[in-house]
């Protein structure tokens, strides 16, 4: 008999806000999927008015879907429409293999590490 118990359970997505030098930087972690997009989409609709410019950091993303695919392209959008700007850094290699093959990484710059995003 298989136990559901055993099974590993999907990492929970959680997101970090700090300001760094006038940017916002949004430290993702987890999976990013149909199930909590939303979250994601109100982090980054959230207006601190603390800039314009958001790097999000997927250090920790082990997952995304078409979900977050679209919460990121129309982040971009929005931030653009705005004057503002959305980088992403420190992408893991699943979340990379996704972004390029829709082509995130033609319409959103992407940077080996926070900092480096942060440079710019």
């Given at each position: 008999m298989h136990d559901i118990a055993d099974e590993p359970?999907?990492?929970?997505?959680?997101?970090?806000?700090?300001?760094?030098?006038?940017?916002?930087?949004?430290?993702?972690?987890?999976?990013?999927?149909?199930?909590?997009?939303?979250i994601l989409r109100q982090?980054?609709?959230?207006d601190d008015g603390a800039s314009s410019?958001?790097?999000?950091?997927?250090?920790?993303?082990?997952?995304?879907?078409?979900?977050?695919?679209?919460?990121?392209?129309?982040?971009?959008?929005?931030?653009?429409?705005?004057?503002?700007?959305l980088r992403m850094a420190a992408l893991t290699a699943p979340v990379a293999r996704v972004v390029g093959i829709v082509g995130l990484d033609t319409i959103i710059p992407c940077y080996p590490t926070p900092s480096e995003a942060l440079a710019v």
């Open positions: 359970q999907p990492a929970r997505l959680s997101i970090t806000h700090v300001t760094t030098g006038g940017v916002r930087v949004l430290g993702l972690s987890g999976e990013i999927d149909a199930d909590n997009a939303d982090a980054l609709d959230a410019q958001t790097v999000l950091d997927l250090g920790a993303v082990t997952f995304i879907d078409s979900s977050a695919v679209s919460v990121l392209a129309s982040a971009r959008r929005d931030a653009a429409a705005v004057g503002g700007g």
